[in-house]
DNA sequence: CAGCATCCCAGGCGATACTG
DNA sequence: CAGTATCGCCTGGGATGCTG
């Protein structure tokens, strides 16, 4: 934590350390994190191997780790199968289905918006170059 | 760019790396970007050295770095003025007020769940001890 | 299959010094 | 005042190898 106890300039610094919204950013702002939750609210539940396949690109550890975090926020649940070989499914839970319903809106406001952000950027490196 | 040219397993990396969500949580999860949208959005334009003193523990690097992003984006506008010590002001631009709406909703589900989750993760933790 | 442990490197970020 | 430039640390995260 880069807060410890006192802090120098509290003005926004406790608003943004204590903020739930704060809180929030440091989970969805994880990339795959939002791309789990995106990921299992469209398709059901889904075992860690469809995760891993599904999520190109994810490194294992990430995925455990992310997984994990989710758990402990109480996003998902882990259901343990413990058949021949061990089966482990994720779900969200109804929690992480109202993260996902708000996301839901910022992905609308992406696909809104970001052609405007792009020409934004095109604008500014054009003028910048 | 984690993805260059052919990706070996396109099926969700090729959602993610293109979808404008994602990329608009590229921009919002970055923590200084976030802060200094709500900054703004309350406060009204803002001088940098005011942007500095009030969002506590930013580095000027991350506070330029963060602006100049948000400039290119299109989120704020920078205005330059030439007195004799200079004087710049950042102001949101209509799509910046637009952002602040969105993550307004963010910091209403914050406010509302964030205590389930902190209570999920007490509970995870004193399982897992 | 579903992880955990270890190693290791790139680059993100803070600290510091300098400029128009 | 509002930055830019440089350096160096430190950690996030990929790669690899091992286990129940």
């Known amino acids: 934590m880069e807060v ?24 969805i702002g994880d990339k795959w994190v939002s791309l789990l939750i995106v990921a299992l609210g469209l398709r059901g539940p889904l075992r860690y191997s469809e995760l891993s396949s599904q999520i190109a690109g994810v490194s294992q550890k990430m995925l455990t780790q992310s ?31 109202s993260l996902l319903a708000v996301m839901s809106h910022l992905k609308e406001w992406a696909e809104v918006h970001m052609p405007q952000v792009e020409a934004a950027r095109a604008t500014y490196d054009a003028a910048n170059r």
Chains 1, 2 share one sequence.
């Open 4 to 27: 410890s106890a006192q802090q120098p300039k509290p003005q926004f610094n406790a608003f943004a350390a204590s903020c739930p919204s704060r809180r929030l950013l440091d989970t």
């Open 67 to 97: 997984l994990r975090r989710m758990e402990r926020d109480g996003l998902v649940t882990r259901t343990l199968t413990p058949s021949v070989p061990v089966r482990v499914d994720y779900e969200l839970t109804s929690l992480g289905q």
